[in-house]
C-alpha cells in the first residue's frame, strides 16, 4: 500500500483509490517509505529503529536521539540533555560550550569577604569558597572534560598595599575544582579585593 499526503490524504491501494481525508487515532505501523508533500501535525514523533539511517533521525540507544546524513551518524541528544557532534559534547542544558576558544569557566569575586564568597559575576562556577588569607577554592558547576586547562589569574587592591602574586595552587588542581592564591610583594598571602580566574580547555 502507498500512502501520499499533500493537503488531503489519498490511499491507493491495486484497484481502490480513496481521496478522503486520513485520520490516525490508534497507534499505527507503516512499512517501508512514505512520502509527504504537505503539512502534518502530531502530538509527537517517536523514532524506533536503533540503526543509523541513511539520512534521518533514529534511537542509538533508549531515550537518546540521533541524527544522520550520508548513512553517517553525525550527532545526538543523550539521556541527560547534552547535545553531542562527533561523539564529542558540545553542549548540556546548563549552557556549556565545549569549544576550544571559549572559557570552560571564569569568575570575578571580592577575597576580602569570608566563606562561602557570592562572585560578582561568573560563569561555570558555582561557589567561591575562602580557605584562609588570600587562598580561595573555585568550584566549577559542571565538571571540564579534563585537569589540563590553562588557568589566567589576577588580583588588584583599591586601597593600602598591592596584590604582587596571583597563581594556582597544586594542591586542587582538578575537574571539579581549582584553588588560587593571592600575594602581596614578600609572597606573603593577601586578601584581594577583586579576583579575576579565568579557565581555557578540552
Do not use: E
Not at 502530538?43 to 550520508?70: C, D, E, K, Q, R
Not at 546548563?94 to 576550544?100: C, D, P
Amino acid at each position: 500500500m502507498t500512502v501520499t499526503i499533500d493537503g488531503s490524504a489519498g490511499i491507493t491501494t491495486p484497484g481502490v483509490t480513496d481521496t478522503g481525508n486520513l485520520s490516525v487515532t490508534d497507534t499505527s505501523s507503516l512499512t517501508g517509505a512514505v512520502t509527504q508533500t504537505g503539512s502534518s501535525t502530531a502530538a509527537s514523533f517517536i523514532p524506533t529503529g536503533s540503526s543509523v539511517p541513511a539520512n534521518g533521525m533514529y534511537l542509538p540507544a533508549a531515550n537518546t536521539l540521533g541524527f544522520a546524513t550520508n548513512t553517517t551518524a553525525v550527532a545526538r541528544f543523550d539521556s541527560s540533555g547534552n547535545l553531542q557532534v562527533g561523539g564529542t559534547t558540545v553542549a548540556n542544558t546548563a549552557g556549556y560550550v565545549n569549544s576550544r576558544t571559549n572559557a570552560r569557566a571564569w569568575v570575578n569575586f571580592n577575597g576580602t569577604l569570608t566563606t562561602p564568597i557570592t562572585p560578582r559575576a561568573n560563569y561555570n562556577v558555582s561557589s567561591v569558597t575562602k580557605n584562609a588569607t588570600g587562598d580561595y577554592t573555585l568550584n566549577f558547576t559542571t565538571a571540564l572534560s579534563d585537569a589540563n586547562y590553562a588557568i589566567s589569574i589576577s588580583g588588584y587592591q583599591t586601597t593600602t598595599g598591592n596584590v604582587f602574586a596571583a597563581y594556582a595552587h597544586g594542591g586542587t588542581y582538578t575537574t571539579s575544582a581549582v584553588r588560587v592564591i593571592t600575594t602581596n610583594s614578600t609572597f606573603a598571602n593577601t586578601d584581594a579585593q577583586g579576583v579575576s580566574v579565568t579557565i581555557f580547555g578540552n
